[in-house]
Each structure stands twice: as C-alpha cells, then as structure tokens.
Nanobody
Framework: QVQLVESGGGLVQAGGSLRLSCAAS????????MGWFRQAPGKEREFVAT????????YYADSVKGRFTISRDNTKNTVYLQMNSLKPEDTAVYYC??????????????WGQGTQVTVSS
C-alpha cells in the first residue's frame, strides 16, 4: 500500500511558478513509477508528466513540455512538479499517482487527494 499526499497548490498570476510536492508513505516508494495528472472543471482528468522509479526517465504532455519539470527524491519518498510560465489553462486540481509499468504501459494503482492550482490572467 502507498498513501500519497499532495501539497504546494495555490493561486498564482499568469507567468508565475509553483512547485507541487507529493509525499508518499511506505517503504516501496522507490519501486513505483510516479505520475502527475490534472483535472479542470468540466473536463476529464489528463496526463501531465511521469517519472520512472529511478528518476532516469521522464515524459511530458505536449501542453506542459518545456514549462514543467517532474523530479523525485527517493530518500524523501517525494515526487515534485516544478511549474513555470503558468497559464490560465493550467488551472486544475493536480493529482499524483503511483504505478507500475509493464511493456510501456503504466497502471496507476494509488492516487492522492489532489491540490488546487489556480492561475489568474
């Protein structure tokens, strides 16, 4: 079992930055691939970024590529999402998730409760 708690959300002006954190419980954090997702009002949840269990591989949605950076510290059981050059369309509830990748397909079994990010224009 892995429990995930996100933090770091808030209100920021367009062009600003935020860093989200996701703290995980359990001794097996370093064995999981981690992802960030977001869900805006009235929209489906969408993928934002993922990082492999070792931190050696990352992948981003086109909409955030070049602006967001995912990283992890396995000694602190924490994954981060650094968000720069924020846009109003980045407004959403952001969720972190833990999963396992099999044949290039990651199944996310554990989810946090989410943290709200609001970007004003």
């Amino acid at each position: 079992q892995v429990q995930l708690v996100e933090s770091g959300g808030g209100l920021v002006q367009a062009g600003g930055s935020l860093r989200l954190s996701c703290a995980a419980s359990g001794r097996t954090f370093s064995t999981y691939d981690m992802g960030w997702f977001r869900q805006a009002p009235g929209k489906e949840r969408e993928f934002v970024a993922t990082i492999s269990w070792s931190g050696g591989s990352t992948y981003y949605a086109d909409s955030v590529k070049g602006r967001f950076t995912i990283s992890r510290d396995n000694t602190k059981n924490t994954v981060y999402l650094q968000m720069n050059s924020l846009k109003p369309e980045d407004t959403a509830v952001y969720y972190c998730a833990a999963g396992v990748t099999v044949v290039s397909n990651t199944k996310y079994d554990y989810w946090g409760q989410g943290t709200q990010v609001t970007v004003s224009s």
